[in-house]
């Protein structure tokens, strides 16, 4: 009877829905058992805390942590385990779950190994309860009816909380990403560049034409050079979105010159049917730049005369 209450419990634990709440007991019967239950738990802390941190260490899980940051871990995910049994509220278990997540993510801990440890307490205290009811089974059973529901669901909540930190966390992380791929720099007054490599996908390009208007707007400018010399090739939806961007930074009061079009780019751009009499393009960066101060106002000296100059 023993082991077919295991498994029972093994097969819920295979709902990972998100719970804010553990429902409340049915009837008095059931409070009294979580009653009892966490009584158990607390009682012998010390000693199920200390199993559970040998069997983490026995499954080689939290490799990326010392033992002392482990089992100050394990002792506050205990703690409020236990508080969860009593209370029902699970709002500072996922609260936790999302701190400890932030902190140990960046240090390369998975989510099947979060899930892991979770799930070697359950079994540690349903073991602690077989020995404690070994003698009673009919008790030991309403016991694990009072206790399993609880226990999934907390590690439910525990598996949900730590996939969403993650998944927010690697959002976070694919941003910075895009924002250091295409940074708008201010090379004199009203002039910014925006050097493009690599890839352009649709998401990426929004992203550009967002950064550069900002960039327009907070820096008052009057000419945008745009180089593209690093971007192999853009298909027709991305080069419908530069053509959208220089567009939108004309209706900001600011020149778009392209520099850098391949001939792979520009055959895009016909095909499209965009207009490259209407777009202001300019063959290389260095090119682009004396226009825009040439656009700007400034006296363009070239180079070779200036070395000819008397010192």
């Given at each position: ?19 804010r ?31 559970w ?179 192999a ?43 490259l009499?209407k ?19 400034y ?13």
């Open positions: 009877m023993g082991d077919q209450k295991v498994k029972r419990s093994e097969d819920k634990g295979k709902d990972i829905s998100p719970v709440k553990i429902p409340p007991p049915d009837d008095e019967s059931t409070v009294s058992l979580l009653r009892e239950l966490v009584n158990h738990l607390r009682k012998n802390r010390t000693q199920l805390r200390e199993e941190a040998r069997r983490i260490t026995a499954a080689k899980l939290l490799g990326a942590m010392t033992s002392e940051e482990m089992f100050a871990e394990a002792t506050s995910v205990y703690d409020n385990y236990v508080e969860v049994l009593e209370t029902g509220a699970v709002e500072a278990l996922q609260a936790y779950a999302r701190d400890l997540s932030e902190r140990i993510i960046p240090r390369g801990v998975e989510t099947d190994e979060v899930v892991g440890i979770v799930l070697l307490l359950r079994d540690v205290l349903a073991r602690s309860l077989f020995a404690k009811y070994q003698t009673d089974f009919q008790l030991l059973n309403r016991i694990l009816d009072a206790y399993e529901p609880a226990a999934n669901r907390i590690a439910n909540t525990v598996a949900v909380g730590f996939v969403q930190e993650r998944e927010r966390i690697i959002r976070q992380q694919q941003e910075a990403i895009r924002e250091l791929s295409t940074p708008v720099l201010q090379v004199r007054e009203r002039l910014l560049i925006l050097p493009i490599i690599g890839v352009i996908d649709s998401q990426r390009a929004r992203q550009l034409t967002e950064q550069l208007l900002r960039g327009i707007r907070t820096n008052r400018a009057k000419v945008v050079v745009i180089d593209i010399t690093g971007v090739a853009m298909d027709a939806t991305v080069a419908n979105h530069l053509v959208q961007t220089v567009e939108a930074s004309r209706l900001l009061g600011a020149t778009v010159i392209v520099t850098g079009l391949s001939p792979e780019i520009a055959q895009t751009l016909v095909t499209i049917g965009v207009d009499g777009m202001n393009t300019v063959g290389d960066l260095q090119g682009g730049i004396e226009e825009a101060e040439r656009l700007l106002g006296k363009v000296t070239p180079f070779s005369e200036v070395s000819q100059q008397p010192i």
